[in-house]
C-alpha cells in the first residue's frame, strides 16, 4: 500500500522514535516512511550509516523530520556521545533497510559507526527489516545472524518476495509499509503499557513560607514522586511532575518546579482534565503560616516568635470533587507510623480515591531520604498487595503494575 494511504498506528503518536537507515537501494523508502511518522505525530531522530547517506542524503531525512541527522560517532557539535544520547532517548529503534553487512555487525557487537553503536547503547525494543538480493538472504551466514537477533529479542520484519534491484525475482524486498508500521506498532504495545497516556506525579515536601527567607516543610525527599514519574516514561506515558524537589531529569517527564501546597493545587488544576492517572506522592503540608511576613523577620527586633498557622485544605480530595478530575484515576501515599493498612484504608475513602500505598515510616531503613521503601497498596475494591522492602524505582513498577490494568480503557 502506499505510504501516503498507510494509516501510522496511534501508538506510535508522540513516540520517540530512532530511524536507523543503513546502505541498501530501499534507503529512499525510508524517506516517506520518515514523513508519514512525523506527521502523524512521532519524534523521528534518524542517523545513518556512511553508505546510506550515498543512496539519500541526509538533508532529506532533515527536511522530514525537522532534526539534524546523525551520519557519524564524532560529527554531533552538541553530544560528545550521540550514540549513547540517541540510545538513551529512543523509545523505539527502527533499522532499515538492514543490509546483510549491517545484519551481520550488529549480531557480532560492532559499534564503529553510528548506526551499531547506537544499537548497542539502546534500552528501548528494536524492529528490524532486513532487504537485500534474494541469493545474500538466503545464505546461512545472514540466516543465522538474523536468528541470532531474534533470540537476543529484535523484531525482524522478513522481507518479501517480488522483483528485486537486481532484476531478479526472489525474497529480498523491504516489507510493505504496513507491515513495517505494525512491527513497530507491536513492539511498542508490548513494552509500552502507557503508551497514549498522561499521568501527573507530584513529588516532595511543600515550603509554606514564613518570611522571605524561611519556610515550613517536612522531610519528604521527592524520591519516589521521582522514580513513580520516570518508571511511567518508561512504560510510554507522557508525564508532567509538579514537584518542589530537584532530582535527575528524565526523558518524557515534564517537570514543574512549585514551592508552596497552593502553587502545586493550581498546577494540578492545569493538568488534571487530560490527565488519566495521578499520583500523589507528596508531602503537602497540613498547616501555613496563617500571615507571610513580607520581608525576613529580624532576631534583634523579635525575641520571640509566635506563629499561627492555619491548615492547607487536602488538594487531592478538593480535586476529586471537582468535574475536571472525574475519571482521572487517583492514588494518594500515606506514610503512617502505625496501623498502615487501617489508616491507609481510612485515608483512600475519607479523600475519594481509587488506591493508596501506605507506607510504614517507623522503619529506618525504608522511607524518607532513603533510596528504598516497603508498603502495602489497597483498592477500593478491597484488594490488598505487600511490597517487601525494595528500591524505590522497583516499588514505583510494581505500583505501576497494579494500577495500569485498572485504568480506564481508552
Ligand atoms: N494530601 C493532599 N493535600 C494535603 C495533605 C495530603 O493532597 N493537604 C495527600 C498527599 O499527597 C497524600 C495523601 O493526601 O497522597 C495522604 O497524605 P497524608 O499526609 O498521609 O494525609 P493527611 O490527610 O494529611 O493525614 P495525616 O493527618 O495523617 O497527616
Known amino acids: 500500500m502506499p505510504l501516503d494511504r498507510t494509516p501510522v498506528p496511534d501508538e506510535l503518536r508522540g513516540l520517540r522514535l530512532a530511524l536507523l537507515v543503513s546502505g541498501g537501494i530501499a534507503a529512499y ?16 531522530r534518524v542517523a545513518m550509516t556512511q553508505s546510506a547517506a550515498r543512496f539519500v542524503g541526509p538533508p532529506s531525512f532533515q527536511g522530514v523530520t525537522g532534526n539534524a541527522v ?8 552538541g553530544s560528545p556521545e ?32 553510528i548506526v551499531t553503536a547506537t544499537l548497542l547503547a539502546a534500552r528501548c525494543p528494536v524492529v528490524i527489516a532486513p532487504a537485500m538480493n534474494d541469493a545474500m538472504w538466503s545464505k546461512p551466514a545472514v540466516q543465522e545472524n538474523v536468528a541470532t537477533l531474534r533470540h537476543r529479542g529484535v523484531t525482524v520484519v522478513e522481507p518479501e518476495t517480488g522483483h528485486l534491484a537486481s532484476g531478479h525475482v526472489g525474497t529480498g524486498r523491504l516489507a510493505d509499509a504496513s507491515k513495517l508500521l505494525k512491527a513497530m506498532a507491536d513492539a511498542v504495545r508490548s513494552r509500552y503499557d502507557l503508551a497514549g497516556r ?10 509554606e513560607p514564613i518570611d522571605t527567607v524561611r519556610f515550613i516543610s517536612n522531610y519528604s525527599s521527592g524520591k519516589m514522586g521521582f ?24 526523558h518524557g517527564v515534564e517537570l514543574r518546579h512549585v514551592a508552596t501546597a497552593d502553587e502545586m493545587l493550581a498546577e494540578l488544576r492545569a493538568e488534571i482534565r487530560a490527565a488519566d492517572l495521578l499520583m500523589m506522592a507528596a508531602a503537602v503540608a497540613d498547616f501555613r503560616p496563617a500571615k507571610t511576613a513580607t520581608s525576613k523577620i529580624r532576631r534583634e527586633s523579635t525575641p520571640k516568635l509566635t506563629l499561627e498557622l492555619e491548615s492547607i485544605p487536602d488538594l487531592v480530595a478538593t480535586l476529586g470533587r471537582e468535574k ?35 507506607n510504614d515510616i517507623s522503619r529506618k531503613d525504608t522511607g524518607f531520604g532513603s533510596d528504598d521503601n516497603a508498603g502495602v497498596v489497597m483498592f477500593t475494591d478491597g484488594s490488598s498487595h505487600e511490597l517487601e522492602k525494595m528500591t524505590k524505582r522497583e516499588m514505583a513498577d510494581r505500583i505501576l503494575d497494579l494500577v495500569v490494568p485498572r485504568l480506564k480503557k481508552t
Do not use: Y
Request: aromatic share 4%; glycine share 10%; hydrophobic share 50%.
Open 29 to 44: 523508502k525510508l524517506v516517506d516512511l520518515a514523513s508519514a511518522l512525523a506527521q502523524a505525530g512521532c519524534q523521528v
Open 70 to 77: 546523525l551520519t557519524g560517532l564524532w560529527l554531533s557539535a
Open 82 to 113: 550521540p550514540h549513547v544520547e540517541l540510545g538513551d532517548w529512543a523509545q523505539l529503534i527502527f533499522l532499515a533497510p538492514a543490509t546483510a553487512n549491517i545484519i551481520g555487525r550488529v549480531a557480532s557487537g560492532r559499534s564503529d559507526d
Open 198 to 207: 498522561r499521568v501527573i506525579v507530584t513529588a516532595g515536601g511543600t515550603r
Open 227 to 250: 522514580a513513580l514519574a520516570s518508571a511511567a516514561a518508561d512504560r510510554g506515558a507522557r508525564v508532567t511532575l509538579v514537584t518542589t524537589a530537584n532530582h535527575p531529569e528524565h
Open 324 to 358: 475536571d478530575a472525574e475519571g482521572v484515576f487517583r492514588v494518594g501515599f500515606a506514610a503512617e507510623d502505625s496501623d498502615l493498612a487501617a489508616e491507609g484504608l481510612e485515608k483512600m475513602n475519607r479523600k475519594g480515591l481509587q488506591a493508596i500505598v501506605a
